[in-house]
């Protein structure tokens, strides 16, 4: 009855990799979701283990096979959300990661080769998600990302006054700076208002940090936070 993330892949073994450790290892240790590599190659049928062909029409690189990649995707689907790691997918973002870890769990497609043979894509209804503006190898660390992300929000992942502090942040402005012992590192001091004891003044000033350093750096978080809001702080 826990999250299921069944993941199908050619680099089954790859997998629990950074998702075994930390927080979400822990998490999976103590059942809170579950975690099933499913091996795409266990689904080729001819004598070489083929998953993969030439493209229709001719360019460079292999497509996977919709044959092979749409009988390990019947082994699992069952309702569950079905998403493409891709290049070519809408962003992920925190809003879709929220809302996924509200379900049941997910079946992820994790490709390799120039991409998936666009039928089963749709047959199967992929949505397709990529976690951002760069080229990398497959989907594979694509799905721990997505997971990763996942997994932290669960129901009993986080410690009470953690997910607190996440309801908090969520009004999407990056983090203000942090500091700890010692007081003065290399010449460094410390801001003197978090040492003030004033715990009106520090929230002022941590807000106003936190505003300062989200303009510098995202300014389309601002953008998008004055349009989403009618009236809020
Ligand atoms: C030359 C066309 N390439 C698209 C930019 C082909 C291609 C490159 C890399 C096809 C697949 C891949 C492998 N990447 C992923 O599977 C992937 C990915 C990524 O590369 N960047 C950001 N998010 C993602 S999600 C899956």
Redesign the pocket.
């Known amino acids: 009855m826990s999250f299921r993330a069944s993941v199908l892949t050619l680099f089954p073994e790859l997998f629990p990799g950074p998702l075994g450790a930390s927080l979400a290892g822990r998490a999976l240790a103590a059942g809170l979701w579950q975690l099933e590599p499913v091996d795409i190659r266990a689904f080729a049928t001819d004598r070489h283990r083929s998953v993969d062909d030439t493209p229709y029409g001719g360019g460079a ?1 292999m497509v996977m096979r919709a044959d092979v990649v749409d009988r390990a995707v019947a082994t699992v689907a069952d309702g569950r959300p079905l998403i493409l ?5 809408r962003r992920l973002d925190q809003a879709r990661v929220a809302a996924l870890a509200r379900g049941a769990g997910v079946v992820l497609l ?6 998936i043979d666009q039928r089963v894509i749709e047959a199967r209804g992929f949505e397709e ?11 594979e660390l ?1 799905s721990m990302v997505l997971l990763d992300a996942v997994v932290r929000l669960l129901p009993g992942v986080m410690g009470a006054s953690a997910s607190a502090a996440e309801e908090s942040f969520s009004d999407g402005l990056l983090e203000y700076p942090h500091y700890t012992r010692p007081p003065v590192w290399e010449g460094r001091a410390v801001p003197a208002v978090l040492l003030s004891g004033d715990h009106a003044a520090i929230a002022a000033w941590r807000r106003a940090e936190a505003e300062r350093i989200t303009r510098e750096r995202r300014p389309d978080l601002l953008a998008a936070k004055v349009a989403s809001r009618a009236g809020a702080p």
């Open positions: 690189g790691l891709s290049p070519r997918g994790a490709g390799r080769y120039e991409g998600l990529s976690i951002g503006d760069y080229v990398l190898a497959g989907g694509p």
